[in-house]
Every structure is written in C-alpha cells, then in structure tokens.
C-alpha cells in the first residue's frame, strides 16, 4: 500500500495524457476544408450567375435555368457557413450576415432582370425581325430607310444607353412613326413596330440599371471576410492545439520520469524480497539449530546466529541484551570491530527512552534532534540502529539489536522480517529460562524429598528417644539429691544428667532440621539482622571470644525470613567460637556485590546480578580438605558433642533463599564463610514500619474457589495486592478459559483447601492446557512432593490464603530470570 500514491499519481498522468492526445487531434482540419470548399462554391455559383446574366442581357442565353441553379448553389452554400459558424462556436457572425444580404439583393435584382430582359429580348426579336422581312418592306418602299434607322438606333441603344442613344432613338421614333401608314394592313405592324421601340427606348435604361446594380451587388468582400473569419479562427484552434500537443510532450516526459521511478522501486522491491526471502532461509535454519542445541549451549548458539543475522541485514555488531540485574549480553560483532565502553548494555536504556514498546529503526543518527538518544549512539559509533523487543511475560525481558558504522540510503528496513528473527531468539532464551527454572524445581523437589525423609524418620524416632531421655532424666533428678554433693555416684548421676540432656538436644535439633518449613519471605534490612542476632550471641558466647560486627549501610536489604536468617548468622557464629576452642576474635561483615558471570562456588552456583554477601570470619585453626568436602552433610561433625547439623541447617536456610556458600579457609590461618543471597531493592523497607508486602502491577491472576463467598474473599485480596483477579467457581470454566486464551493470564492459583485431592487434578489438568504458567495450590492438608511434581504446582501456600504469604509466593513467581538460581 506504501506505492498507492504513485501508482494513483501514474493514472491519472495516463489519464491526463489520453485527454491531452485527444485535444491536439487536429480534428477542425476537415471542418476547415469544408468550409474553405463552401466559400469556394459560393464564389463559383456567383460567377456562374454573374456570367449568365450577362449572356442572357447579351441574348445568347435564352434558358433561365442556370440562374436558378446558381440561385440554389449560393443559397445552399449560406446555409452550410451558417452551419459550420455554430459548429465552431464563432462569435462574430456580421461577415457571414453580410454575405447573406447581399445573396437576397443578388436574387431581388436577378428576378427583376430576369422579367425585364425577358420583355427586351421579346422586343428586340420583333424589331429585327419586322426591319428585315422582305414583306413588310416591299409594301412600302419609302418606310424601308426610316425602319432601317430605327433599327439601327434600337441596336445603337442596347449597346449603349447613354442619353444620347436614347435621344437618338426618340428621334428613330418620331421620324418611323410620321411616316407609318395609317390605313391598311401594313399600319397595324407598323404600329407594332412603334410600341416595342418605345418599350425598348423604355426596358433598355432600366434593365441595364438592374444588371449594372445587380454586377454591384456582388459579395466579393463579404466573401473574403466571412474567408478571413473562418481564418482566424482555424488559427486560433490550431494555437489551442499546439499548445496542447506541448502540454502532452511535456505529460509524456513527466510519465517516463515516474515510470523510470516506479521501475526502480519495482526493482528495489524485488531485491528487498529476495533478501527477505533469504533472511527467511536463515531465520529457518538457525531457529533450528537454536532449537536443537542444549540450553547450555545456547550462549554459544546465540552468537553465531546473531553473526547469521548480521551479515543478512549488513550490520557491523549485533547483540541480545537481557534486562536483568545486571544486564545479560549475548554480543557478536565484524573482525576488528570492538564494543565500546558500556555499549550494547546503554542500548536498553535507548530503547526505554524511545519507547520501544516495538521494533525501532534509525536510518541515519545524524538526522536525530540533539538529545541522549543521539548522543548515546554517537558515542557508541552508531549511525543506523535498529531495535527489536524481545519479551515473554514473567520469563524474558530485553532486546535484540543491530548497529551500522554508515547509514541506510535507499534501502528498505529488515525490521518487519526481523521481528521473525527476534521471535526465535526470544523462544530459545525462554527455553534456556525453562530448562533453568526446571532444574531449580527438580534440585528443590529432591531437597524437599530428603528433608522429608529426615523428617519422617526424626518423627518416628523421637516419641522413643524423648520417652528414654525423660526416663533417664527424671531418675537422674530423683538420685542426685540422695547422694552427697562431690562424691563419685554424685558425679556420675551427674554426667549422666548432662548426657541425657544432651540427648535431648540432639533429638530437638534433628527435630528442627527435619521439619523446618518454609518462612514468610519479606524484605530484611541486614544491618538489623546482624543487630539483634549481636545481642544474642553476646549472651551465649565464652566471655574470651571477641565478636565484631562492622558497620552495615543501610541499604544493604535481603529478602526472605528473619528468624531462618538470623539462625545462619548464630550457627556460623557458634561453628567459628567451638573451632578458635572458645578464644579468639569473630569478625562479621556484610556488602553488596555485583556478579558479571555464572560463578560456582562451594555450595551452589550464582547467575549474573546485585548480591548480598554476609561473611563470617575467625581466626581458629581452619578447616583441611578432607573435612571441607563433608562439612554440609548432615550429622557429619568432628566434635564429640556436636550434632553435624549446624552447617547442614546453614546450607538449606541458604538453598531456601536462592543463595549460595563459599568457604575460604587454610590449616592454621582461620576461615571464612560467605552467605551470598539475592540482593533486595531499599525502598521495599518503609522508613518507620513493618515491611511493605510486594505489590503486583495489574498481572492477571486465575483462580479457583469451589465455594462462592471464599473465592470474592480471595479476589478482594488479589485485588488490594494490585492484581486482576479472574475467579472460577467451577474447574470446567477455568479450564476453558485457559484453553481459549492461553496467553491470558499470568499466574494460575488454585484455592481448594478442603479437597485437596481434586485440587491436585484440577493442577494437573490447567498444567496440560497452560504449560508456562507459574501455579499456585493453597491447601490445609500436607500434599506429597511426587504429588505436587506430577501436577506441576510450582508452591504450596497455606490455606485459607494470607495477604502476606500470598504477596511473596505472587512475587516470587513473576521475578526475573537472574533472580531464579539453581
């Protein structure tokens, strides 16, 4: 639809072009001749008239028929001028009218001609036919002179009617008529003989008047200017027509200049479509490869794709850059060609500027107003620049970008096929994100199934234990005051006193460990922490141990629960007092740190972001190799009245909070232990109040409420955490709704505390139909981890559901990917 415009432009120039050919036709040419042969036709029929006249006033012309066919030929003549003048639209018709006028005079004088020369002629033929008969002379010899005079002066006359003529005529006249007879029968002819004489003394003048007016009638000027009419404009038409034949060779080059335009965007088209025809090939076959390869490979992948794709569009460097904390960069770039400082990283925050809610293309930099967008790219040596999101809710977040050292002239963007580009890569982070996430599920699920063996087996055993522990405790109380204070047996029931409370411990602490559940996760200011868990070690710790706690911003924030929290910081403590043997000093820190790269430590492994790191450092005797590689195992330890589940207890609370361990320590020198967890944003602690529960930002939530006045509980709850709630009170309609739109929602919770059975089915079944949807279960009955596995519920909250247990699940499970570690 972009060439609507010019392809319009191109019909109406055809168009234009058809009315201008159609104008400079020479159509009036025959018209003009026409009428050129009209005039001529007038012209020869009054010649022909004039000529007649003549030879009729002379007497060699006796038939009249000519005059009327000239007659005829004239009038017929008018009538066509006429007729091609209102054809042509003349505006001046005087000439044509004046030629017309004098065709009527012409005919009035020719009928009166006509009726005069007819009585001439009658007369003439008498008179010479009477002065020449031989009877009517020989009657009278004497008459015969005075006819011979008359009839010469009759024939004088009508070569010449001048006065004198005609006097000499009269006196012809007088003269024949004195001597006529009066009596007999020659008197009567000569009495004929004087009438037509006095007629022809008479007619002669007057017919010669007539033809002399009627040769002065003639049109001859009329004629040339009624020509000159019809002249002028023939002129006029072929000015118009040269001036539209001009215009039409002008329409014409015009044409050819847009014909040679469209051609060549005709042929830009063309190799536009076969460089996305090509584009397409390579998106095909590295959005294979992309799939195919392992999501431990990708990395790798991704970057010979991004040189696939590059060299497609012509860019000099491409890269992915994933919006996390920090930023994950998958970059490739030409031989020789390097990435300036902070860039592609910069490039997230010029697509914030511009929008970028969609693919963004830059031609030319230069043409940008001054601004940081222009500056950035400027600065990164970008003169053409085009940006693709890459975006999954609640998975991936970033985008997909290609720089030019020259800008783009004349050539049509990739962007809209490049979308296609972006769709596979933003697939195979997804599934790299996937394959992570299931990982961590799977490392938690077989956590989940130890502790919960260790749990089941601490409560089988410890009614048992305690019943032993209390028998021996109790006759131990009810000996020691029978014997006397510092004896042996004294001293005995006394060891034996403290053994069984040592027992009792024991089994409290296996207890502990085996049946520690999951906190309320909230934002915990760590300079707090480390405050009250001072306090506490203070008071429990030998007096000859120095414990130092540095100063900790602020800011320094962690999320997750303070009492498990605080019970790493008092283990770490208690291991670091029993390993200096009760003397020596204990220094404890904490700071945020920025890990770039995947980093593995002692135990568990950190993705790229902002942590926090927690150390506990003393200055005891160390740790050597064989004991580092058991310290965490449970009921591993290397003092007699150790339970080997201090460590063990510290690397699960860290496991819980997405963190990880790493140990430094040397024989004789001291150790130190690192807590890293997952750094929190400052502003999630309110200033002077209980920490604020993590909000949602409209995320669309699904859930599931068999009875109707739980399930508008439920949604008001969602709803004051910043949620759209979309409740179902039967299983049939949420299923539905999740097959029809599968893209919907965002997290699915299903709230059937009282049937926890059907609420396992019900989980499996919204798995089926919406695989990449986190679900929630909220039950009041312990579920099995195989069971909560095969339904792909990804947490159990308690039920009925609370604000702020149901926030940080909601939180938990839309994080970003950098905050979700194995």
């Not at 003048?205 to 200017?225: H, N, R």
């Not at 497609?312 to 930023?327: F, G, I, M, N």
């Not at 070690?537 to 900790?552: M, N, Q, T």
């Amino acid at each position: 639809m972009r060439n609507l415009p010019f392809i319009l432009g191109v019909s109406f120039l055809l168009a234009l072009l058809t009315w201008l050919l159609l104008r400079g036709i020479d159509t009036n040419a025959p018209a003009y001749a026409v009428t050129l042969q009209t005039l001529d036709d007038y012209a020869l029929a009054e010649a022909s008239l004039h000529r007649d006249v003549l030879q009729a006033r002379a007497g060699l012309l006796r038939d009249y028929d000519s005059f009327t066919t000239a007659s005829q030929a004239m009038e017929n003549a008018i009538i066509r001028l006429r007729s091609h003048a209102r054809a042509e639209r003349l505006d001046d018709s005087k000439p044509l009218d004046q030629l017309a006028a004098a065709a009527v005079g012409q005919q009035e004088l020719l009928e009166r001609f006509k009726t005069g020369n007819a009585l001439l002629q009658n007369s003439l033929s008498y008179v010479g036919l009477l002065s020449t008969s031989p009877a009517f002379l020989a009657h009278d010899v004497q008459l015969a002179p005075a006819t011979g005079a008359l009839a010469a002066a009759i024939l004088h006359l009508s070569r010449d009617t001048s006065p004198d003529a005609l006097q000499a005529l009269r006196e012809r006249i007088d003269q024949f008529a004195q001597q006529a007879p009066t009596a007999g029968p020659e008197a009567e002819t000569a009495r004929a003989m004087l009438a037509h004489a006095r007629l022809l003394h008479d007619q002669l003048p007057a017919v010669d008047e007539t033809l002399k007016a009627f040769i002065a009638v003639a049109s001859t000027q009329a004629l040339e200017e009624t020509r000159e009419l019809f002249s002028r404009h023939r002129s006029v038409v072929e000015a118009a027509e040269q001036r539209y034949r001009l215009l039409l060779y002008v329409a014409s080059l015009l044409l050819l200049v847009m014909l040679v335009i469209l051609g060549l965007r005709l042929r830009a088209r063309a190799v536009a479509l076969r460089r996305r025809a090509a584009f397409e090939h390579v998106i095909a076959e590295n959005s294979t490869r992309l799939i195919n390869c392992s999501p431990a490979e990708t990395g790798m992948r991704l970057k010979q794709v991004l040189g696939e794709f590059s060299r497609v569009v012509d860019a000099d460097r491409a890269y992915v850059v994933l919006d996390e904390k920090p930023a994950r960069v998958h970059a490739w770039s030409k031989d020789g060609v390097t990435f300036p400082p902070g860039w592609p990283r910069q490039a997230l925050a010029v697509a914030e500027q511009l929008g970028a809610g969609d693919s963004v293309t830059i031609t030319d930099a230069n043409a940008l107003p001054p601004g940081a967008v222009r500056d950035a790219l400027m600065e990164a040596g970008v003169r053409a620049w085009a940006c693709l999101p890459l975006v999954r809710p609640g998975r991936v977040r970033g985008i997909m970008g290609f720089d030019r050292f020259r800008p783009i002239r004349n050539r049509i963007s990739p962007i809209p096929i490049a979308r296609l580009a972006g769709d596979a890569v933003a697939n195979a982070l997804e599934r790299e994100f996937l394959e992570r996430e299931r990982n961590r599920l799977t490392t938690r699920l077989e956590r989940a199934r130890r502790m919960q063996m260790i749990g089941s087996l601490a409560s089988g055993i410890a009614h048992n234990f305690n019943n032993i522990i209390g028998a021996i405790l109790g006759y131990s109380e009810m000996a020691e005051p029978q014997l006397t204070r510092g004896t042996k047996p004294a001293q005995h029931i006394d060891e034996i006193r403290r053994a069984a409370e040592r027992g009792r411990d024991l089994v409290d602490s296996i207890l502990t460990f085996g049946r520690r559940a999951d906190g309320l996760a909230r934002p915990v200011q760590v300079r707090t922490l480390l405050e009250e868990a001072a306090s506490l070690l203070r008071a429990s710790l030998p007096p000859d141990v120095e414990l130092v706690f540095e100063d900790v911003p602020a800011d320094i924030v962690v999320s997750g629960e303070p009492a498990q929290l605080q019970q790493v910081i008092l283990n770490l403590c208690s291991n670091a007092a029993q390993a200096m043997d009760d003397n020596g000093c204990i220094r404890v820190a904490a700071k945020h740190e920025l890990v770039a790269a995947l980093v593995t430590m002692n135990d568990g492994e950190l993705s790229p972001g902002r942590y926090v790191c927690l150390s506990v450092t003393d200055d005891g005797r160390g740790i050597d190799e064989p004991v580092a590689r058991r310290m965490f195992e449970p009921f591993f330890t290397t003092r007699v009245a150790g339970t080997g589940l201090g460590l063990a207890t510290v690397r699960e609370i860290v496991r819980d909070h997405e963190g990880a361990i790493n140990v430094l320590s040397e024989a004789g020198c001291g150790s130190r232990f690192e807590i890293w967890l997952p750094a929190a944003a400052a502003d999630a602690i309110a200033a002077d109040g209980p920490p604020a529960l993590p909000l949602g930002r409209g995320e669309t939530v699904l859930i599931v409420e068999s009875e109707r006045d739980r399930l508008l509980r439920d949604e008001e709850k969602l709803a004051a955490l910043g949620y759209e709630p979309v409740g179902f009170e039967l299983a049939a309609d949420a299923i539905a709704a999740c097959r029809s739109e599968p893209g919907r929602f965002d997290i699915i919770l299903v709230s059937q505390g009282s049937q926890s059975e059907g609420a396992v089915d019900l989980a499996r079944a919204l798995r089926e139909v919406s695989p990449l949807q986190p679900l929630l279960l909220a039950s009041a009955f312990d579920v099995s981890v195989e069971v909560l596995a095969d339904g792909g519920v990804s947490e159990v909250l308690r039920w009925p559901l609370d604000h702020a247990e149901l926030a940080s699940a909601l939180a938990r499970c839309l994080l970003p990917p950098a905050r979700l570690q194995p």
